[in-house]
């Protein structure tokens, strides 16, 4: 059975834009490593993207090598996925030069992420920032992916990339894979911040204390779950309008121990939000740190790593290059071979 039928592409991209929170973990990256077995999957390092905010040039290249280590050490297999730096592969923007031609300015200044980071960042509301859509349109497209799995803040980015590749087929003939939001199955792990569980977990809150980073160390995941938003209550229970702050760590543990969430309320039955809090941090701080020291360990061998993104990027390279010359060719550019 397996292989009469390729596996169909499935492609998702993290920015190396500073710290990766329990949130991207649990939200993204882990779930990247469980499809690695159902489909083909690739997954890159987005840096074009990160370049649309301000970014301190030292930083971003410690972050790409960073989150290279962080996914390899979190379960994504070098051997079994295309793992790469999006700036190695130049089809990235080339494609998205090509789809600028087709999308329409009111399309990206209506996005609303776009209109959010304008007004996060209104010293540095630059092309790039609006154009960052299509350079993720030109992502998906490049490798026919026919699945994206993308958190609600994406939606609006993955319904563009739908749209561009239908515009560009009806005009050009067909050439694109139209892909579908890849939905994952237990979208109740939706990690909101630690001091305001309305809002979600975000890596640029100005408050450290609302987020825990994938290189926390113990001492300070427990600081932090100690010093998590609760309500004055002393139940221990899954009520998200109700409870906010003790649905999210219920829903932290219920991620990091893989117990359901009614099995979750039952463990702390009885017991204060002190003990609670402690049990949380000890859970994730006990499942970060081996992930940790294989991250320290993969950072400790360079030649390694390096070897890892070029292989990548030229596999990467090889599929972008194959649709990015039909679309040269259905666009009428002389053929430079
Ligand atoms: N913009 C995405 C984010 O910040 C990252 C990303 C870049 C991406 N290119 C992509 C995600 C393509 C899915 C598909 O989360």
């Known amino acids: 059975m397996e292989n009469q039928e390729r596996a169909q592409k499935l492609f998702s991209a993290v920015q190396p834009s500073g710290a990766i929170t329990i949130g991207n973990y649990i939200g993204a990256i882990r779930n990247f490593v469980k499809l690695q077995g159902e489909y083909d999957c690739i997954y ?12 301190d040039p030292a930083a971003l290249r ?3 090598l960073e989150l290279m280590a962080l996914f390899i050490a979190c379960g994504i297999d070098p051997e079994k996925s295309v793992l790469f730096v999006q700036s190695h592969v130049p089809a990235h923007c080339e494609l998205t030069w090509v789809l600028n031609t087709i999308t329409y300015p009111g399309e990206l200044s209506r996005m609303t992420q776009f209109k959010d980071k304008s007004a996060r960042h209104a010293d540095n509301v630059n092309m790039g920032l609006m154009d960052y859509p299509v350079l993720m349109v030109s992502d998906i497209l490049l490798y026919q992916a026919a699945l994206v799995p993308v958190g609600e803040d994406q939606k609006q980015h993955l319904e563009l990339t739908r749209d561009l590749a239908i515009r560009f087929n009806n005009r050009y003939g067909a050439t694109f894979t139209v892909p579908e939001p890849y939905i994952l199955k237990d979208s109740g792990a939706r990690v909101m ?7 979600k977990m975000s890596k ?3 408050n450290p204390n609302a987020f825990v980073t994938m290189s926390d160390d113990k001492d300070t995941i427990i600081r932090k779950f100690k010093r998590a938003v609760t309500d004055s209550d ?9 409870k906010p702050g003790i649905s999210n760590l219920l829903t932290i543990y219920h991620a990091f121990t893989g117990k359901s969430l009614a099995e979750s309320e039952r463990d702390f039955a009885g017991k204060g939000y002190g003990d609670f809090k402690l049990a949380v941090g000890e859970v994730v701080a006990d499942a970060l740190a081996p992930i940790r ?13 390096r070897s890892v993104m070029k292989a990548g990027s030229e596999s990467a390279a090889r599929m972008a290059r194959r649709t990015l010359s039909k679309v040269y060719r259905k666009v009428g550019f002389y053929s430079g071979e």
Not at 44 to 55: G, K, S
Not at 193 to 199: G, I, M, T, V, W
């Open 293 to 305: 020291a294989e991250q320290a360990r993969l950072l400790a061998d360079k030649e390694y790593l």
């Open 234 to 242: 002393s139940v221990v229970r899954y009520a998200p309008e109700e």
């Open 62 to 64: 410690r972050n790409t």
């Open 193 to 199: 911040s630690l001091a305001d569980p309305s809002r």
């Open 204 to 206: 640029s809150d100005e």
């Open 44 to 55: 890159a390092v987005a840096d074009l993207h990160a370049i649309t905010v301000r970014q």
